[in-house]
C-alpha cells in the first residue's frame, strides 16, 4: 500500500498538503451515480484492494485474466477515491505500473477517448473497458515496437 501513496505524493507534490496521504472528508466525483468510500473504510478497502490484485495476478493463467484484474483493479480504485484530490492520476499511473510489471504496455488515455473511459468505469462496465483497453494496448504495442525499430536501426548505422 506504501507505493500507492508514494505514487500519490509524486504526482502531487508541490499541489497537494496532504499528498500521499488518504483522504480524511468525505469526497465525491462529480457527475457519478454513487458514493465513494468514507475516510474511515478507506485503509482497509485499499489494501483489500490490493491483496485481491496480486492474489488474481499471481493465479491467472491467461494474459486475459491478468489484464482483467488490473482493469477491474482500477475501476474499484477509482470508486474508492482514497485521497482528497489527484485520484485520476493516481489510479491511471497504478494501472500503467501493473500493466507493465506483467509485460503489457501502458494504457494511454487521450483526450480524444476520455469520455468513453470516464463512463466506462461510471458504469462499471469491466467487460466494455476490456474491449477498449485492447484496442489501446494494440495500439501501444505497436508504437513501442516502432520507437524499438528506430533504435535499432539507429544503433545499426552508429
Known amino acids: 500500500m506504501s507505493i500507492i501513496k508514494e505514487i500519490h505524493a509524486d504526482l502531487t507534490d508541490r499541489l497537494q498538503y496532504d499528498k500521499g496521504q488518504f483522504k480524511k472528508n468525505e469526497n465525491m466525483i462529480i457527475g ?3 458514493q465513494t468510500a468514507s475516510p474511515s473504510e478507506t485503509p482497509f478497502l485499499v489494501q483489500q484492494l490490493v491483496d485481491n490484485l496480486e492474489y488474481r495476478v499471481e493465479n491467472a493463467s491467461t494474459d486475459k485474466e491478468k489484464l482483467e484484474g ?15 484530490d489527484g ?7 497504478l494501472m500503467n505500473y501493473s500493466l507493465l510489471q506483467e509485460g503489457f504496455p501502458p494504457l494511454i488515455i487521450e483526450k480524444e477517448t476520455k469520455a468513453t473511459y470516464i463512463e466506462l468505469l461510471a458504469k462499471q462496465d469491466l467487460k466494455g473497458f476490456m474491449s477498449f483497453a485492447k484496442e489501446i494496448l494494440a495500439k501501444e504495442q505497436k508504437r513501442m515496437q516502432a520507437f524499438q525499430n528506430m533504435d535499432q536501426e539507429k544503433i545499426l548505422y552508429e
Open 32 to 34: 457519478a451515480e454513487f
Open 70 to 84: 488490473i482493469l477491474d483493479t482500477h475501476i474499484q480504485f477509482e470508486r474508492i477515491h482514497p485521497f482528497s
Open 87 to 93: 485520484n485520476g492520476r493516481t489510479g491511471r499511473m
